[in-house]
Every structure is written in structure tokens, then in C-alpha cells.
């Protein structure tokens, strides 16, 4: 069963740069078809995709948030991570890493729905 | 970008009743070459991640009961809970995987009445 765990700091002060991790357990972040996304809940709001990585190294991000975001993995450690600099109030939200099944036709895969998710972690920025 | 909308923003059913959500996206998720409409639908429950209910509009996730069921095609979708129980209480949320960037609708939130 695929896990995934974010870790991070719960506060950040404006103008700095949110870094996060997602620890995935039971899967491999550098085999298969899978994207590896993060997407971000503000309080009492809805759903924002903000990014993923794929294996292979290549990234696709919201152009809402493209010229802050920065995906990538560590294979090694079966992690990936999401900094997002100059942040403001508006960046305040719970970030959830998730896993896109990805679809295969042929030698091309596309990304796809959302199969698992890790709890979620609030970070609040803030001074 | 495709934009989402979902109606109704909340809605109140009866336990044993069936509850019924909309999901209208700004152009057409239905891709020709495979017939697949790039769709899906969430749980989500207070404190809690989102679950997957539904994907490719109508295919329900391994787990998900039956009373479960999604339908639409196009531009205009539909989340069926054909009996509704007590554990069904959450917001719900749709989501186009059509194109970049993904986008969801603004949630519906389902309660007792």
C-alpha cells in the first residue's frame, strides 16, 4: 500500500521560501507511470494543483505559481520536494503530496486523477 | 484554463435519500482518440486528505461503494449517492485532468437533513 508523508515547517515568515518534503513508502518515485504532485488547500477553501515530477525528471507547474515553484525528487531517498519562494498570506494552506496513476497508451503516459494522498500539513506564513 | 463549477455549493438530503452533485467544466474533458472523459470526483472529510471516488467520470475506485456512481460526458457531470448514509457527510469535489493546469470545482458541501 502506497504511503505518503509530508514533513516541514508549519510556519514561514513572509518574503521566504516554503520548502517541504514527502516521504513515499511502498512505491518508488523513480518507476512506473506515476506523477508525483503537490496541490494545496487554503483554510475552509478548495483544491489548487500547484505542480508535479514524473521519472525522468521532467515537471509541469500551475503558471498561477510557475515563476515561484520549484518540484524535484531525491530517488535515492524516495522523496520529493516543493519550494516555493516569496511567499505571502496567500501561500498560507494545508499542502498535500499526492500520487497521479498516470495513464499509459502506447511508449507515452499522461497524468491523470489523484489515487493517494498524504495527510496534509498546514503552513501558516506569518510573521 | 478549464474552469470547473459545481452546483449545488451545499445541499441537505435525507438519510436513505439520494443526493445528487453537478459538475459543469468550461469546455469539453472528453478526449476523441480513447473516449475517455478526463474526470474525477473526491471525498473529502474534515482533517482529512481527499479519497478518490470516481475517475475517468463513471469507473468507481476499488472500495468505493456502490452506491456510488458518476455519469456525464462532456462538459456536464453527475455525482450519484443513491442512498444516502450517515458516513457520506463530507464536501465533495470534482476535477479535470483534461489539461494543464488540473483544475477542481469549488466543492460541495453534503448534510443530513
Known amino acids: 500500500q502506497v504511503q505518503l508523508q509530508e514533513s516541514g515547517p508549519g510556519l514561514v515568515k513572509p518574503s521566504e521560501t516554503l520548502s517541504l518534503s514527502c516521504t513515499v513508502s511502498?512505491?518508488?518515485?523513480?518507476?512506473?507511470?506515476?506523477?508525483w504532485s503537490w496541490i494545496r488547500q487554503p483554510p475552509g477553501r478548495g483544491l489548487e494543483w500547484i505542480g508535479f515530477?514524473?521519472?525522468?525528471?521532467?515537471?509541469d507547474y500551475n503558471p498561477s505559481l510557475k515563476s515561484r515553484v520549484t518540484i524535484a525528487a531525491d530517488t535515492s531517498k524516495n522523496q520529493v520536494f516543493l519550494n516555493l519562494t516569496s511567499v505571502t498570506a496567500a501561500d498560507t494552506a494545508v499542502y498535500y503530496c499526492?500520487?497521479?496513476?498516470?495513464?499509459?497508451?502506447?511508449?507515452?503516459?499522461?497524468?491523470?486523477?489523484?489515487?493517494?494522498w498524504g495527510q496534509g500539513l498546514l503552513v501558516t506564513v506569518s510573521s | 484554463d478549464i474552469v470547473m463549477i459545481q452546483s449545488p455549493d451545499s445541499l441537505a438530503v435525507s438519510l436513505g435519500e439520494r443526493a445528487t452533485i453537478k459538475c459543469k467544466s468550461s469546455?469539453?474533458?472528453?478526449?476523441?482518440?480513447?473516449?475517455?472523459?478526463?474526470l474525477a470526483w473526491y471525498q473529502q472529510k474534515p482533517g482529512l486528505p481527499p479519497k478518490l471516488l470516481i475517475y475517468?467520470?463513471?469507473t468507481r475506485e476499488s472500495g468505493v461503494p456502490d452506491r456510488f456512481s458518476g455519469s456525464g460526458s462532456g462538459t456536464d457531470f453527475t455525482l450519484t449517492i443513491s442512498s444516502l448514509q450517515a458516513e457520506d457527510v463530507a464536501v465533495y469535489f470534482c476535477?479535470?485532468?483534461?489539461?494543464?493546469?488540473?483544475?477542481f470545482g469549488q466543492g460541495t458541501k453534503l448534510q443530513i437533513k
Open positions: 475517468w467520470a463513471s
Open positions: 511502498g512505491g518508488s518515485v523513480s518507476r512506473g507511470s506515476h506523477y
Open positions: 515530477i514524473y521519472y525522468g525528471g521532467g515537471a
Open positions: 476535477h479535470q485532468y483534461y489539461s494543464s493546469p488540473d483544475s
Open positions: 499526492a500520487r497521479d496513476g498516470g495513464y499509459c497508451s502506447g511508449d507515452s503516459c499522461f497524468p491523470t486523477y489523484f489515487d493517494h
Open positions: 469546455q469539453s474533458v472528453l478526449y476523441d482518440s480513447n473516449n475517455k472523459n478526463y
